[in-house]
């Protein structure tokens, strides 16, 4: 009785092959997004030295004591206003500008109130909110979705007294669009590449059905006729076998052909002479 037929490794070599090909088809997407990492680090930490430049410079226009006049009143001086903050912060090519206290309670900005908006040490870490009160700049990027800006470098500049003390801390917004468009490309990039792996994933495993269909086809048929087609060198020796015998049944074929021949010869020889007989 024939054995039913083992099929299934051929296809199974080729979807592993496949397979490989979609694991460094993988990897590399991988790197890509690693790439895409660093190349948005780098950028961000340009975007923030440039933000704290332009903060330095927006001080030194202005000057420190219309800001330390502004939180402490009795210090002389004019304070800052609303309206003078807005001024120097579009000259800047800044989207806002807030003075703060040393507690972080809004007292000056070029928007629209001093208390709208986001917390403005909400999102300090308490080791960056001590290089505040230490005099030392803090800076950060805020994201878009966060932001009725968009993506911006935030700088928070400290403001000491005479004792040293911290006085006041000026926040400044920088646009960042760069880091906005570099972030919606990644995300775009991103997503084909994860539809990409998916749709070549669909295509490597019908491709692997396609090719490997003739061989199951053959193996069935090897399989029917009592052979043994379990792998593809099983397949190939079933089918020289299978040459083998034609050839032999092909001699055996053409002996009784000759021998037929000769027999034939004898039986019209036989008939001519009996039909010649009178009796």
């Known amino acids: 009785m024939a054995g039913k037929p083992r099929f299934g490794r051929f296809g199974f070599q080729v979807r592993l092959v496949l397979i490989l090909l979609l694991v460094l088809l993988g990897i590399l997407n991988l790197l890509n997004s690693f790439l895409v990492a660093r190349a948005r680090d780098a950028l961000e930490r340009s975007e923030l030295a440039r933000a704290e430049s332009i903060t330095r410079e927006y001080l030194q226009r ?85 932001m009725p800006e968009g993506t911006v470098a935030a700088v928070h500049y400290p403001l000491l007294d005479h004792n040293g003390r911290l006085a006041a801390v000026v926040e400044t917004l920088v646009p960042a669009p760069s880091l906005a468009d570099l972030g919606d490309r990644s995300g775009n990039i991103l997503g084909v590449q994860i539809l990409g792996v998916l749709l070549i994933a669909v295509v490597a495993f019908l491709f692997a059905d396609w090719v490997s269909r003739p061989y199951r086809k053959i193996a069935a048929v090897a399989g029917e006729a009592g052979l043994d087609p379990g792998e593809p060198d099983h397949l190939v020796s079933a089918f020289r076998t299978v040459v083998q015998r034609l050839q032999e049944q092909e001699e055996t074929i053409s002996t009784l052909q000759r021998e037929g021949a000769g027999l034939g010869d004898l039986v019209r020889f036989a008939s001519r002479s009996a039909d010649g007989m009178s009796t």
Not at 116 to 130: C, F, I, K, R, V
Request: glycine residues 16%; aromatic residues 4%; positive net charge.
């Open 62 to 146: 202005i000057g420190r004591p219309p800001f330390l006049a502004a939180v402490r009143p009795g210090a002389g001086g004019s304070p800052v206003t609303a309206s003078s903050l807005r001024i120097a912060a579009q000259r800047s090519g800044l989207s806002r500008v807030r003075l703060l206290d040393d507690t972080g309670r809004p007292v000056a900005s070029s928007g629209p109130g001093t208390g709208s908006g986001y917390d403005p040490y909400a999102g300090l870490t308490p080791g960056q909110t001590d290089e505040l009160y230490n005099g030392k700049s803090v800076s950060r990027i805020l994201d878009g979705s966060d």
